[in-house]
């Protein structure tokens, strides 16, 4: 690992130690981190199980009055504090990312920045945490509504965004008073550690903010102590819908309360009055960046039948230009997928739709640099009994399906489990608010392939998901409301 921190500018922020009660934890077991571009090995963190996870939840829960009754001024100048020092050191946390998570270094850098979005929002938002006071149906009694933090939060974290799935989380919880341990995903620990040392130098107290790592072996461990034990009183999870469920059912036990962001399945939807280019330059960000490995990725391209010819050729001719290669090297707009597994879903799928029948127009396989990157690839002629309609492909295949009807198009978005985000571009005003309406999903980019930012709700409905995150609506699901009746007035 040291050859790793040589190169950034500010080397402590690699750390190979977890961070539980204010100290950097050690183990005898440990787990390799390896750069998804080049298959090297980056470093090591701690292989932690149920005794360090405990001993971090008693931390939280340790620290947890002293942090509630911190006025949320107070609270919201750490975060604050924070904030800067992530905007400070954004380089290096972005070279971090790249070399573990494998997404270009630009891109890296903008989630380092949306990261940091998040805990200047929540630090702002701290001290509004408004409550109510209700007119009374009786003379002789006050009636009022305050809200308090939830307590000791858990969250559990992906790697496809390991910067900005901990703030988003941490910085909701920590604001609201709440303490928290979070399990990073063991493929990208490092982005994680660097955020909690940022923390501790912002001045964060001991147990507020609790970091434990384990490989794949504990996580069941990890997760499970994490939604059994009696003093979590609130789990956020992003990641996949099948794990989503499973900590959803162990979370009953003690009903906790539960933020969820599972798989979404996302529609893009092209009418026949939508601008072209615009869409085009739409697709490409909603379908290729970070790979296509987002949640909110553009999964199924649903375009009318009079402008279909023009928007794969458009899309064919953008696809091109995009330069795949390790996320370091300068210009590169794709980097590798995270693993072998993923480049054998998407492997998967295009098989599957050739087999039934769907037109390859370009990529189709494994890049020239061999490893885990995989061509842009495009398909139409897509059918709805193919896999890729019913499942997230999670990389950079955009598979495209004609329609003739706006009933049809909507009828065939919403036939899927999901509902986390969807897009179409359409000029109509009627048009745009009916389809707006009437697609099951928990956001709807209209005329934008970009939604995602700090000052909005974040999540998704059916399958994909319960609560919100980010906006006015995220510090909720770290509060309780609390109703006092004052009578014998």
Partial sequence: GGSKASSLSNPTLFRESAFIDGEWVISTESVAVTDPATQELLGHVPHLGLAETRRAIDAAFAAL????????????ALLKRWHSLILEHKMDLAHIMTREQGKPVGEAAGEIAYAASFVEWFGEEAKRAYGDVIASPQIDKRLLVVKQPIGVCAAI???????????RKAAAALAAGCTMVVKPSELTPFSALAL?????????????LNVVTCGSGNAAEVGGELTSHRAVKKVSFTGSTGVGKRLMAQCAGTMKKLSLELGGNAPFIVFEDADIDAAVVGAIAAKFRNAGQT??????????????????QKLSKAMDALLVGPGIEQGVMQGPLINEAAVEKVEAHVSDAIGKGAQLMAGGSRHSLGGTFFQPTLLTGVTAEMDVTQQETFGPLAPVYRFETEAEVVSAANDVPAGLACYFYARDLARVWRVSEALEYGMVGVNTGIIS????????????????????????EYLQIKYIAHGGL
């Fill in 453 to 476: 930012n700090e000052v909005a709700p974040f999540g998704g409905v059916k399958e994909s998901g319960v609560g919100r995150e980010g906006s006015r609506y995220g510090i909720d």
């Fill in 196 to 208: 909690a040392a940022l923390a501790e130098e912002a001045g964060i107290p001991k147990g507020v």
């Fill in 157 to 167: 974290t992906p790697w496809n965004f390991p910067a900005a799935m901990i703030t």
């Fill in 65 to 76: 009055p002293a942090w509630r009754n911190r006025p949320a001024a107070e609270r919201g």
């Fill in 295 to 312: 949640c909110v990725c553009a999964n199924r391209f649903y375009v009318h039948t009079s402008v279909h010819d023009e928007f794969v």
